[in-house]
């Protein structure tokens, strides 16, 4: 008899033991995970095979709760090591990490194009008994996804759609290096300080990293430092940014603009034939599944009913912020005018960073890393756990000592109801460590919320991780209010998570929720963060325990609507593109990509884009990343998350029974609904009407 060693990794359930999935483990027993899997895969196929032709019609019970362990044991696994690669990163890790995803992959892909699979899931659809509209969400899900990937094609046909796909992932590589590389490939050696006037320290030292790497000297022949340069600016955001919204020389900021907006569109690295590829490809597939376009294909998942249900949500945006932009582009000519241009100047695109900056000082003044002081963590969580109990009736406990955890910086919380039962937990880890941990800041689920037989219910546990500012010798770590918002942004990801009430993990929590929604509670959570009482709860200045001043409070809130005309007119300008370029645009079409967005930037631009501008060259989200025809969800979703918080300011912030009760509503149905219904329903259950663009509209200073 051999025994078989008990495995952290392959336990399959509960609370990970984190120090024990090491390296070995890993790949031990990732193998032995997807053997396993195969073999209960090939059992569940033989009996759905047999059920097929012996029965009419199938029950849940015969097919989701096998296909759902499958999918589940595979997550709990590999997501335990997905979540180590990404916080507590090393070399050994990261390379069994890359020599085990390939499985992986392929074993999700055999899942996912599964014939069988997707035999008894229509059968179900069709002719199964299913009992709620919950189940019947989670089927179509599951259907439309298998569907939308090609399974439902035979022979040449299916042969031919492959194909396609793996051109598409082949020419999105391509796209993405390419956008990398002429990002990489481009510099410029400054060596005058009046090159470099106006740039803050951190930046320049930026600079001159940059080009002691590149090997270049002082003429002295030292090594480049911040104060003596040279300096290397570059086209990649940590220098191109600081260096648009800094420097003072206007020729050398219009030099790097223009190198920047041209990136991958001529030369070796040219996008522009690669873009009309996959546009063509993806219209080619839409047309396969039986589908008009692409946007079709896009939309069939989402929120948005249809591209017409988007186009007037972006409409009622630009038409708000039109105004606004054309003002605020005014307001920043004749800032540049009382700082000494003269009276012909002419706002360019590479003037619009610079003035933007030097305006907002002059209206707010605002010192962020100033106002740090006043936002250490243990407060800041005090008064988020404080809004949580106001809001929505639970209690946060810290639990550390209970549960393993994979740093000394991580924490554990309990959430509890006020009758002190029990209903989620989640991990903390809010401390940036560039060594080991990827950077951003996420949600996402260790254990999912699941009703097995009986009265077991499995509870949900979130993973929380920010990079925040880490505490420094006798200092707490003090937050930057961005990365105030950035906590509470993340935490209302983890409420809808964690306060779910659905009993199939497959719609619990942010599970099934539809891609342009699912930011919804997240963004609600940050509106909160300047609300009088949790902004006073929150903002204790760490040693002197004085309060922030009212004046201060007022900067923050009005500088979250400085340039916002500006800003909601090039969200509504990529949305709208990305929207048309999948709708409208095909091989026969007398323009190019190019030409129609240009078209379409006479609406949504009040600067026209400048020859050399070949956004779309560089435009990854939608030719590299998951969003073709789905950039309007940043938009979308905001007007949902905006409209929710509207219901509270109705009743008036202040007015805490009402709160309380709005409160509650919220989580009855937002927080507690999760992907088994429809979000129009789940919205309507909260607003009693679907969303309306008003208060987005005014909470950007747009009305
Ligand atoms: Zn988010």
Known sequence: MTSIKPSALLKGEG???????TPNEITENIPRLIKDLNEKLNKLERELDQKLSTKNSLTW?????????IGEKLRWSWGVVSHLNAVCNSSQLREVHSTQQPKIVRFSNQLAQNEIIYKALSNLKEHGRIKNETQIRIIETELITMK????GLGGKEKTLFNSRSERLAELSTTFSNNVLDATKNWSLLLKKHSEIEGLPERALETLAFAAKEAGDKTEEGNDPTASSGPWRVGLDLPRYIPFQTYAKNRLVRERVYRAFVSRASDGKLNNKNI??????????????LGYKNW?????????AENEEAVEILLEELRLAAMPHAKKELIQLRECAKRNGENDSFELSPWDVSFWSEVLRKEEYDLDQEKLRSWFPLDQVLNGLFNLCKRLFEIEVEEASDSVPLWHKDVRFFNVKNLDDQKIASFYLDPFSRPATKRGGAWMDECLCRNKKKGDNIILPVAYLVCNQ????ADKPSLMSFEEVETLFHEFGHGLQHMLTTVNYPQAAGINNVEWDAVELASQFMENWCLEDQTISEIAIHWKTKESLTESEINKLRLSRTFNSGLATLRQIHFALTDLKLHSQWNKDSSISPDELRRQLAEETTVLDPIPEDQFLCAFSHIFAGGYASGYYSYKWAEVLSSDAFAAFEEAGLSNQEEVRKIGKKYRDSILSLGGSRSPNQVFKQFRGRLPSTKALIRHSGLD
Do not use: H
């Open 295 to 303: 946007c079709q294909i896009s939309l069939a998942t989402k929120m």
């Open 469 to 472: 500012t880490p505490p420094i």
């Open 61 to 69: 019970e015969d097919v989701m709760p096998q296909l759902y362990e």
């Open 148 to 151: 939308n990937k090609g399974i």
């Open 275 to 288: 873009i009309e590829e996959i546009l063509d490809l993806r219209n080619k597939q839409a047309r396969q």
């Open 15 to 21: 609370l990970p033991d984190f120090d024990k999935v």
